[in-house]
């Protein structure tokens, strides 16, 4: 079987069948294709896994070529061949995703070296990118990625609460992905199907509150010009999730008891009894053992609440969760954004495992993103978090300022953290740090 299918495109016929010849010999499948229109044809039908290309063709040239590939999402390597006064415009090909640049009259022993360099690396770049996306996938619960321990036993929870109709509240620091879980305890629920109502108790205000959950009556005070359902009525049948459940003021936390009670509630300012059934899902970021004991929140409402709860850990507790998160956000960003990025550097990674996290995992992913945008390169570099830094940084908790240290410093620095993260699996870190396995070891020896 042939190592790869390489398609040749130049316009110079003698061209094309020497360096076909050659690489034929080398064990390649080798494709030709005399301009750039009859390449396109070639990659769309016939597909290649390296192009050799002329840069200067009549009619579609190299470049041309090249953004044609991209345009049509084809990742497929490019090296350009170009005589020694184009120099500049192979550069610049470069700069549009080209792996490299050759000169004519092209030295064979170069591009055999080139070609085997290329593949190599390719094949070691869908070798990762299968291993992530086994990973992400064994490690994924809808929209919510996590290895750790904690957030596997979340998961298993969630699996084991869903099919239920009981009360579930989620407790956590805010960024932690709370209404995530809700999301996904409803959709793996019997109750998918139906409505799923989220409401931000902690935006409204009393008044508001009550109107928005139970509905009002018209007339029932100023500016309630028309009957109005409330999201107890529309969630008949679905889930209804009440964020910020810790901000409720009194008055409404006895119209909440009284609801869970019998699932019966009033509208404001009327007298007809509704009944529905409605699966309710909590959720706040406030100690309610403490506002319990503190007299804010009702005792015996609590105690209807917290039939199941679910604590999601703070993100600083399960740093072994960032890498794999980081790959999900850049995957996700780089997407959105339309740019060719394939992950973050180990010294970049080094300080993402170090940073402290206040804002969670929201606050990871906001970093992402604006690295992402900033980017232009395919790997994002450390440059690209300015935020961390200060007493919140890798520098206060060891991390070798960056500049002023060495290469070695930075690089153990990685290593070590790296294996910190992921409880010493020297495999797995090998993994995150896209270096081999002997390196890490020999490293290990070396500090």
């Given at each position: 079987m042939p190592e790869a299918t390489i398609l040749v495109v130049d316009d110079e016929k003698?061209?094309?069948?020497?360096?076909?010849?050659?690489l034929r010999e080398d064990g390649y499948d080798v494709l030709t294709a005399a301009d750039g229109y009859h390449a396109m044809d070639v990659i769309t039908h016939e597909g290649a896994d390296l192009?050799?290309?002329?840069?200067?063709m009549p009619g579609m040239d190299g470049i041309e070529l090249l953004s044609r590939t991209r345009l049509k999402g084809l990742d497929v390597p490019f090296v350009m061949m170009t005589a020694y006064g184009t120099v500049e415009s192979a550069v610049d090909a470069m700069k549009k995703g080209a792996e490299d640049y050759l000169t004519k009259p092209v030295n064979i022993e170069?591009?055999?070296?080139?070609?085997?360099?290329?593949?190599?690396?390719?094949?070691l770049l869908v070798e990762a990118k299968q291993l992530r996306d086994r990973l992400r996938d064994k490690y994924k619960f809808e929209n919510i990625i996590g290895s750790s321990p904690q957030m596997q036993a979340v998961f298993k929870t969630v699996e084991q609460v869903a099919p239920s109709r009981a009360t579930v509240l989620i407790t956590g620091e805010s960024g932690t992905g709370k209404e995530l879980i809700a999301s996904a305890i409803h959709q793996n629920g019997p109750r998918a199907d139906n409505p799923y109502i989220k409401v931000s108790c902690g935006a409204l205000s009393e008044n508001l509150l009550e109107s928005e959950l139970f509905g009002h009556e018209k007339g029932s005070f100023t500016g309630a010009l028309f009957t109005r359902q409330g999201r107890f009525e529309i969630a008949d049948g679905g889930t209804i999730f009440l964020d910020e459940i810790g901000d409720i003021t009194p008055s409404t936390q006895v119209k909440l008891l009284g609801f869970l009670q019998d699932k019966k509630f009033e509208r404001v300012g009327g007298n007809k009894t509704f009944s529905v059934d409605v699966r309710l899902i909590a959720a706040t970021n406030k100690d309610l053992d403490k506002v319990v004991a503190e007299g804010a929140f009702r005792q015996d409402l609590y105690y209807r609440l917290n039939v199941i709860t679910i604590k999601m850990p703070p993100l600083r507790e399960k740093m072994s969760d960032v890498p794999l998160l980081v790959d999900h956000f850049v995957a996700?960003?780089?997407?959105?954004?339309?740019?060719?990025?394939r992950s973050v550097s180990p010294d970049a990674l080094a300080a993402l495992m170090s940073y402290r996290w206040p804002g969670n995992v929201r606050e990871l992913e906001n970093m992402i993103e604006r690295a992402v945008v900033m980017c232009n390169e395919r790997v994002i570099g450390r440059q690209y978090f300015p935020v961390i830094t200060g007493t919140d940084g890798p520098e206060a908790?060891?991390?070798?300022?960056?500049?002023?240290?060495?290469?070695?410093?930075?690089?153990?620095?990685?290593?070590?953290?790296?294996?910190?993260?992921?409880?010493?699996?020297?495999?797995?870190?090998?993994?995150?740090?896209?270096?081999?396995?002997?390196?890490?070891?020999?490293?290990?020896?070396?500090?």
């Open positions: 003698n061209t094309r069948e020497a360096l076909s010849k050659i192009i050799l290309a002329d840069l200067k170069e591009l055999e070296i080139q070609i085997k360099r290329i593949l190599a690396h390719r094949k996700k960003y780089a997407k959105e954004n339309n740019k060719d990025i908790l060891g991390m070798p300022a960056i500049p002023g240290s060495s290469l070695e410093d930075i690089e153990k620095f990685a290593i070590q953290k790296t294996l910190e993260a992921v409880g010493g699996n020297r495999t797995r870190a090998a993994e995150i740090l896209k270096i081999s396995l002997r390196k890490i070891q020999y490293k290990l020896k070396e500090f």
